[in-house]
């Protein structure tokens, strides 16, 4: 069989090529353009005739991404490749776990559907499952989590003295309390009530007497930002200097990280999805897990 080959989608060629480099395999090109109706060309610049193959595509923005993703996978089997893997190192779709109204959509399993059956496997870094137990609940090939508390840890260790670990609800607590576990530091939580997308209200009732110590908010996603910026207003609102915040995965929607900036926090994330404020490498833990995959 063919030494294996990575491909990344547009926009993935850094984590693609960081990749490749840690496990010393081959990185092969896509031509992907639009056509003047819109409709997509496609074209690999490389062999795939028994090769197996890994496409690299983190799946922030995922509506622009899926479909061009599905048609590389199914071209991709057509051309002769072994088996076709993803690297979705921030997954999509996990947020509507379940239908909360009559008549809604299970987005999750419908997306678990489609890459199921377009890839033969995956890896991905801490997927948001607060309701599965597992991502193999809903997705039917072998999957690999990366989890970046440990990674995490670190960063807060080398770079915040005398932390205090702040989770933004009680579902966080089990994740919030590994990070704090792993850089030696205390931890809380805070009580969140979500009336909607955009509506969010936080008590930081629970919240100890900071001392001299540094607040940090973690979470796995920073997306409006808005539980960040209300518990930033209510530590400020106590004498305290704005927390450190750090997520895993910044999908920063409209103006969320310069709001953050604004208000005197300083913003880290992992850099699942590229953006300024990736500080935090996964990349050797992605690829460590692809690994194991392809052998």
Same mark, same amino acid.
């Given at each position: 069989?063919t030494?294996?080959?990575?491909?990344?989608?547009p926009?993935?060629?850094?984590?693609a090529r960081?990749?490749?480099t840690?496990?010393?395999?081959a990185?092969?090109q896509?031509?992907?353009?639009?056509?003047?109706?819109g409709?997509?060309?496609?074209?690999? !610049?490389?062999d795939?005739?028994g090769?197996? &193959?890994?496409? /690299?595509?983190?799946? #922030? $923005?995922?509506?622009d991404k899926i479909?061009?993703l599905?048609?590389?996978a199914?071209?991709?089997?057509?051309?002769?490749?072994?088996?076709?893997?993803?690297v979705?190192?921030?997954?999509?779709?996990?947020r509507?776990?379940?239908?909360?109204?009559?008549?809604?959509?299970v987005?999750?399993?419908?997306m678990?559907q489609?890459?199921?059956?377009?890839?033969?496997?995956?890896?991905?870094v801490?997927?948001?499952?607060h309701?599965?137990?597992s991502?193999s609940e809903?997705?039917?090939?072998?999957?690999?989590?990366?989890?970046?508390?440990?990674l995490?840890?670190?960063w807060?260790k080398?770079?915040v003295?005398?932390?205090l670990?702040?989770?933004?609800d009680?579902?966080?607590?089990?994740?919030?309390?590994?990070v704090?576990? !792993?850089a030696g530091?205390?931890?809380?939580? &805070?009580e969140? /009530?979500?009336?909607? #997308? $955009?509506?969010v209200?936080?008590?930081?009732?629970k919240?100890?007497?900071?001392?001299d110590?540094?607040?940090v908010f973690?979470?796995?996603i920073?997306?409006?930002?808005?539980?960040?910026?209300?518990?930033?207003?209510?530590?400020?609102?106590?004498?305290?200097?704005a927390?450190?915040?750090?997520?895993?995965h910044?999908?920063?929607?409209a103006?969320?990280?310069?709001?953050?900036?604004?208000?005197g926090?300083?913003?880290v994330?992992?850099?699942?999805?590229?953006?300024?404020s990736n500080?935090i490498?996964?990349q050797?833990?992605?690829?460590a897990?692809?690994?194991?995959?392809?052998?």
């Amino acid at each position: 069989m063919t030494a294996p080959l990575f491909i990344p989608m547009p926009g993935n060629e850094a984590a693609a090529r960081a990749l490749a480099t840690t496990l010393g395999i081959a990185l092969g090109q896509l031509e992907l353009r639009a056509f003047p109706d819109g409709e997509t060309y496609m074209r690999f !610049d490389s062999d795939l005739l028994g090769r197996s &193959l890994a496409i /690299v595509c983190t799946l #922030d $923005r995922p509506n622009d991404k899926i479909l061009p993703l599905l048609f590389a996978a199914a071209a991709a089997k057509d051309l002769s490749a072994t088996k076709v893997g993803l690297v979705a190192p921030y997954l999509a779709y996990m947020r509507q776990d379940r239908r909360f109204k009559p008549g809604e959509a299970v987005t999750s399993r419908e997306m678990a559907q489609l890459l199921s059956d377009a890839f033969d496997w995956m890896v991905t870094v801490d997927p948001h499952l607060h309701r599965y137990s597992s991502l193999s609940e809903i997705y039917r090939i072998p999957t690999r989590v990366v989890h970046a508390a440990s990674l995490m840890a670190e960063w807060i260790k080398a770079n915040v003295p005398k932390a205090l670990i702040i989770g933004p609800d009680s579902e966080s607590e089990q994740w919030v309390s590994l990070v704090a576990k !792993d850089a030696g530091v205390p931890y809380t939580v &805070l009580e969140k /009530v979500r009336r909607g #997308d $955009r509506d969010v209200e936080i008590s930081i009732s629970k919240l100890v007497d900071l001392g001299d110590r540094t607040p940090v908010f973690v979470d796995d996603i920073i997306s409006t930002g808005r539980t960040m910026r209300e518990a930033i207003r209510q530590i400020k609102a106590r004498g305290h200097a704005a927390p450190v915040c750090v997520a895993v995965h910044g999908l920063f929607t409209a103006d969320a990280y310069e709001a953050l900036i604004r208000d005197g926090a300083r913003v880290v994330t992992c850099n699942t999805v590229p953006h300024p404020s990736n500080a935090i490498d996964v990349q050797c833990a992605v690829g460590a897990a692809v690994r194991r995959l392809l052998s």
